[in-house]
């Protein structure tokens, strides 16, 4: 296997893990079943040889006293346990009746996940019967299930069969674990534990047949080329993957994913919805043309599309799609769109300049890992890059050690000089604007766009960048933004129930790979727009179970309600005030930048907690709601202090505390602030030592949540000081050439209780 075909092999593993998991759990929600109790001992180990006559024995005494009153989920339990239970043509027979009931009910039911398990029993139904191998019975019921199905049910049918065993081998020890102390286990347990075995043990009997099954499949379906050469002159080729279905009678519209790394891509799941699926990277084995990161994809996007255009399988139109580094590139080849790209659909694009690879102005030591990866010609072993120990111990060194931000490369070993040229533009000057649209140059993208991101996703204020800026200067710009409780990994990975401890709501848990095929098809094919994207912002309010739309950022909240930031003392930190206190006063607050006994701490990533932590920080925490309040758009706020520092890095968090004592949080990452560029991005104004002084400010992030009767609204303002971003010393100067001598005199704010912040916000009454 070729070094980008294993790369892509991990990766498309990594996820695979992930989806596996959120495929257990709606498996294991199958519903309540009868209340008595059985006798369980849980065994130690998912692989010991022992799990299965364990399960195998709840099988068999749970099936005799198993009931529920919904047929379809007593069909589909039932079966779960006709299979640990070892009658797989008894489980054939249920499943076989459950299809029949949902084909009467809907006969146009698209294929379910379901389906992997009626192939799993069919063949071992006829394993049994036929006395073949598994592996010749499975075989036979793959062709006989797969090969009937559209491209697109094939294609989902191979997606969920490729997933492998390590996730569902997880998640069935996490139950064991969690059963292992009690020796009673309750219908409802018992069912979810013999699905997380079922699911197992399946995977890991079909998973060393599935590739070669599926390439047979593939094989009749699509037409695929691979490490097709596009050269480009005077740099590195482009190495392309083309995939489009046999079927088609005439030339496809086509999708294209530029990026930078061999990452896994999606030609074959575009083919199998319609399309000519086109998934192109930087050659970077060539080491006289290393990959540069953002400052050519847009000559090398605009010659892809050219080149598309002119294939025979072609129709002319071309729609480019991604996630973060390709959805980048989508908005770089928009900057001067050629004819023959006809629409945009990206998911949590990331824009350099805004929030790569610095955020709010201030640069992040992932930019150096990551830069230094797709740079270099394989002189660092990927498994290097690939280790957060590694990087930790990095950040840890520097920022133990006080040396300038500028020498990272050199704690580590290696120069890297597109990370020092990075630094050489703090500002957001003519080097990143001329990689992606700037101002008027919007005004000229006149193809429909769609733009999907989070409120937990890390490059959201790259999404409002775009779409904002869209709309700035063309207010009729055909540009739709859905944002939702999201990060990064739900594009890649499907939707969860849970995400960092936060419980999702069942409305946000849709599927939004499928949802940018149903607004591809609308623009490519003439199809009806998705129900779901009805105005130029739709979102999901967080805790209100329901989706809103707006025509704009500003009408997503209705009004707002303002709270000081008040001296005055509540609870262990001080009041957030709904009306000014008539009496000035003032909250002192100072940071050491030579205390380096916080090397190993970073905030924590859970979206839920019992407990802040409040680093370098102070909290302000409101009085209990008096009713259940709507929080939807952009906070602003206005600083009221005096600094003995020309410059300073701040952080705000947001929670909801909740009456229950937990701290929820409104979005995440938080804002980042280098206060001297709050004011204009572009252009550094540095801040007046030892002077009172006002700043506006909005944050790049948008949030929607129904926040409940009785919480409390909680504000932590940070100084940013921590070990895997630089650190603003405050002289005014270069902050990526201060070391921790320019640091030597604390910082010391005064803020006074003229300071507030604005949130977006309505009643509950309101909001209906």
């Keep these: 296997m070729s070094p980008l075909k294993e790369a892509g092999a991990i990766r498309r593993a990594a996820r695979a893990i992930w989806r596996s998991a959120c495929l257990i759990a709606a498996l294991c929600a199958a519903g309540a079943v009868g209340a008595a109790d059985l006798e369980f001992h849980a065994p130690a180990s998912a692989t010991e040889a022992s799990t299965a006559?364990?399960?195998?024995?709840?099988?068999?005494?749970?099936?005799?006293?198993?009931?529920?009153?919904?047929?379809?989920?007593?069909?589909?339990?039932?079966?779960?346990?006709?299979?640990?239970?070892?009658?797989?043509?008894?489980?054939?027979?249920?499943?076989?009746?459950?299809?029949?009931?949902?084909?009467?009910?809907?006969?146009?039911?698209?294929?379910?996940?379901?389906?992997?398990?009626?192939?799993?029993?069919?063949?071992?139904?006829?394993?049994?019967?036929?006395?073949?191998?598994?592996?010749?019975?499975?075989?036979?019921?793959?062709?006989?299930?797969?090969?009937?199905?559209?491209?697109?049910?094939?294609?989902?049918?191979?997606?969920?069969?490729?997933?492998?065993?390590?996730?569902f081998e997880e998640k069935l020890q996490a139950l064991l674990d969690e059963q292992r102390s009690k020796d009673i286990i309750s219908q409802d347990e018992a069912v979810k534990l013999i699905w997380a075995f079922l699911a197992f043990d399946a995977y890991r009997a079909f998973s060393p047949l599935v590739r070669s099954l599926d390439a047979a499949e593939d094989a009749r379906r699509y037409v695929t080329d691979t490490e097709v050469a596009v050269p480009v002159p005077g740099r590195a080729k482009l190495l392309v993957t083309v995939v489009r279905p046999k079927g088609a009678s005439a030339p496809l519209p086509a999708l294209l994913e530029l990026t930078i790394e061999p990452l896994v891509n999606s030609a074959r799941e575009c083919a199998a919805h319609g399309y000519a699926g086109i998934a192109a990277h930087v050659d970077s084995s060539d080491a006289n043309h290393p990959p540069v990161p953002y400052q050519h994809d847009e000559e090398d996007a605009r010659a892809l599309i050219g080149w598309v255009a002119k294939q025979p399988w072609s129709d002319g139109r071309v729609g480019m799609y991604g996630e973060g580094y390709s959805g980048f590139t989508a908005w770089a080849a928009a900057k001067r769109p050629p004819p023959e790209l006809k629409a945009i659909a990206?998911?949590?694009?990331?824009?350099?300049?805004?929030?790569?690879?610095?955020?709010?102005?201030?640069?992040?030591?992932?930019?150096?890992?990551?830069?230094?990866?797709?740079?270099?010609?394989?002189?660092?072993?990927?498994?290097?890059?690939?280790?957060?120990?590694?990087?930790?111990?990095?950040?840890?060194?520097?920022?133990r050690s006080g040396r300038p931000y500028r020498d990272l490369g050199r704690l580590f070993g290696r120069p890297n000089p597109i990370?020092?040229?990075?630094?050489?533009?703090?500002?957001?000057?003519?080097?990143w604007q001329t990689m992606i649209p700037y101002r008027e140059e919007f005004a000229h993208i006149d193809i429909p766009v769609l733009t999907m991101s989070g409120y937990f996703a890390e490059s959201e204020p790259a999404a409002l960048y775009y779409f904002s800026e869209h709309h700035r200067y063309d207010p009729h710009a055909d540009h739709t933004l859905l944002i939702g409780p999201y990060d990064e990994s739900v594009m890649q990975h499907?939707?969860?129930?849970?995400?960092?401890?936060?419980?999702?709501?069942?409305?946000?848990?849709?599927?939004?790979?499928?949802?940018?095929?149903?607004?591809?098809?609308?623009?490519?094919?003439?199809?009806?727009?998705?129900?779901?994207?009805?105005?130029?912002?739709?979102?999901?309010?967080?805790?209100?179970?329901?989706?809103?739309?707006?025509?704009?950022?500003?009408?997503?909240?209705?009004?707002?309600?303002?709270?000081?930031?008040?001296?005055?003392?509540?609870?262990?930190?001080?009041?957030?005030?709904?009306?000014?206190?008539?009496?000035?006063?003032?909250?002192?607050?100072?940071v050491s930048f030579t205390d380096r006994d916080d090397a190993g701490w970073l905030p924590p990533a859970d979206l839920i907690s019992r407990s802040l932590v409040t680093h370098d920080a102070l909290t302000f925490v409101s009085e209990p709601l008096s009713k259940a309040t709507r929080v939807s758009g952009l906070f602003k706020g206005r600083l009221d202090f005096a600094v003995n520092k020309q410059d300073m890095d701040l952080n705000l968090v947001f929670y909801e505390l909740l009456a229950s004592g937990d701290y929820v949080r409104l979005f995440n990452p938080s804002d980042e602030l280098r206060l001297s560029y709050v004011a204009d991005h572009s252009h550094r104004h540095l801040l007046k030592a030892g002077e009172r002084q006002q700043l506006a400010f909005r944050t790049e992030r948008i949030t929607s949540r129904q926040l409940a009767q009785g919480?409390?609204?909680?504000?932590?303002?940070?100084?940013?000081?921590?070990?895997?971003?630089?650190?603003?010393?405050?002289?005014?100067?270069?902050?990526?050439a201060e070391s921790v001598a320019d640091g030597k005199t604390p910082l010391k704010v005064r803020w006074y209780n003229d300071s507030y912040i604005e949130i977006p916000a309505r009643t509950a009454a309101r909001a209906q």
């Design 53 to 167: 006559a364990v399960m195998r024995d709840l099988a068999e005494r749970l099936l005799p006293v198993y009931e529920d009153s919904d047929p379809d989920r007593y069909l589909v339990n039932l079966s779960a346990l006709q299979m640990v239970a070892g009658n797989y043509a008894a489980a054939d027979e249920s499943r076989q009746s459950l299809r029949d009931r949902r084909r009467r009910a809907d006969s146009g039911r698209p294929v379910g996940r379901g389906a992997i398990y009626d192939l799993y029993a069919r063949a071992r139904a006829r394993e049994a019967d036929k006395q073949v191998s598994f592996a010749d019975a499975f075989a036979s019921a793959f062709e006989e299930s797969v090969s009937h199905l559209s491209d697109h049910e094939a294609y989902a049918v191979s997606s969920w069969l490729e997933l492998p065993p390590q996730g």
């Design 711 to 736: 919480s409390r609204l909680v504000v932590v303002l940070r100084i940013r000081k921590r070990p895997d971003r630089e650190i603003n010393y405050g002289t005014g100067g270069d902050v990526s």
């Design 419 to 431: 990370f020092i040229r990075w630094l050489n533009h703090p500002s957001y000057d003519r080097f």
């Design 494 to 590: 499907g939707p969860s129930a849970t995400l960092r401890g936060l419980e999702v709501d069942p409305a946000a848990l849709i599927d939004l790979r499928e949802l940018r095929y149903q607004w591809l098809d609308h623009v490519f094919k003439g199809a009806a727009p998705p129900p779901l994207l009805s105005d130029r912002i739709n979102y999901e309010v967080m805790g209100a179970n329901e989706w809103q739309h707006a025509p704009s950022l500003d009408a997503m909240s209705g009004g707002s309600l303002k709270f000081y930031l008040d001296a005055s003392p509540s609870g262990e930190g001080r009041r957030l005030a709904r009306r000014k206190s008539p009496k000035s006063a003032v909250i002192r607050q100072t």
């Design 346 to 399: 990206t998911y949590a694009p990331t824009a350099p300049g805004i929030d790569v690879p610095m955020s709010g102005n201030i640069f992040k030591n992932s930019a150096y890992r990551w830069s230094l990866k797709v740079t270099t010609t394989k002189t660092v072993p990927d498994s290097v890059f690939d280790d957060d120990a590694v990087w930790r111990a990095l950040n840890e060194k520097w920022y």
